[in-house]
């Protein structure tokens, strides 16, 4: 299996801040990577597919980047509503793998 | 609109099975390039994937756990069935299932599917203890 890692796993940022995700896969994935955002009690939802397509209905601040094994979620302008845990994942090939996650907190 | 909805009991005991239902609308799982799969979060861990059917019926499962994991589609109800045999307290976790949908990359003669999970349930929460 594709093993995913992220850094940081945790950060604590504010309100208008830059805020950057770095995601790394243990082998070549071009561009198969995915990005989530999952907050407590509620479902995961899909920020970004195929590296750095923005899914339908999510804010033009968030964006990714990537391709490799290196890849990078930015989120250009933090807002309330963004303090969140992310994951990253691979459909390069099957089991897709999940990231151990990047959890958002508010400084 | 298309929503998933998981559901399931809510406590089990170590060594029995564990039957999941996913209830699918505003999609059909009798199309190309839709799949629906299984996704757990044990508290305070991260995201595991478990299993995904095809349109096609063709299935995949984590390599860890495909021993213990069945998975079925019921296309005239919509429903996808998930079974996990000989359940642990470790299987404690929350249960989602998320269509999975390929978008074609490039045009229909030379391009590909690339598959993502775009809508998701609210999950369902198992317990496994005795």
């Known amino acids: 299996d594709i093993q995913m890692t992220q850094s940081p796993s945790s950060l604590s940022a504010s309100v208008g801040d830059r805020v950057t995700i770095t995601c790394r896969a243990s082998?070549?994935?071009?561009?198969?990577l995915n990005w989530y955002q999952h907050k407590p009690g509620k479902a995961p939802k899909l920020l970004i597919y195929?590296?750095?397509n923005l899914q339908s209905g999510v804010p033009s601040r968030f964006s990714g980047s990537g391709s490799g094994t290196d890849f990078t979620l930015t989120i250009s302008s933090l807002q309330p509503e963004d303090f969140a845990t992310y994951y990253c994942q691979q459909s390069y090939n099957t089991p897709p793998t999940f990231g151990p996650g990047t959890k958002v907190d508010i400084k | 609109q298309v929503t998933l909805r998981e559901s399931g009991p809510a406590l089990v005991k170590p060594t029995q099975t564990l039957t999941l239902t996913c209830t699918f609308s505003?999609?059909?799982?009798?199309?190309?390039?839709?799949?629906v799969s299984w996704i757990r979060q044990p508290p305070g861990k991260a995201l595991e994937w478990l299993a995904r059917i095809d349109w096609d019926d063709d299935k995949y499962y984590s390599t860890s756990l495909k021993t213990r994991l069945t998975i079925s589609k019921d296309t005239s109800k919509n429903q996808v069935v998930l079974t996990m045999t000989n359940v642990d307290p470790v299987d404690t976790a929350t249960y989602y299932c998320?269509?999975?949908?390929?978008?074609?990359?490039?045009?229909?003669?030379?391009?590909?599917?690339?598959?993502?999970?775009?809508?998701w349930g609210k999950g369902t929460t198992v317990t496994v203890s005795s």
């Open positions: 505003g999609f059909s799982l009798s199309t190309s390039a839709m799949c």
């Open positions: 082998q070549s994935i071009s561009n198969y």
């Open positions: 998320t269509r999975t949908a390929g978008v074609l990359f490039g045009d229909p003669l030379s391009g590909y599917y690339y598959y993502y999970m775009d809508v």
């Open positions: 195929a590296a750095s």
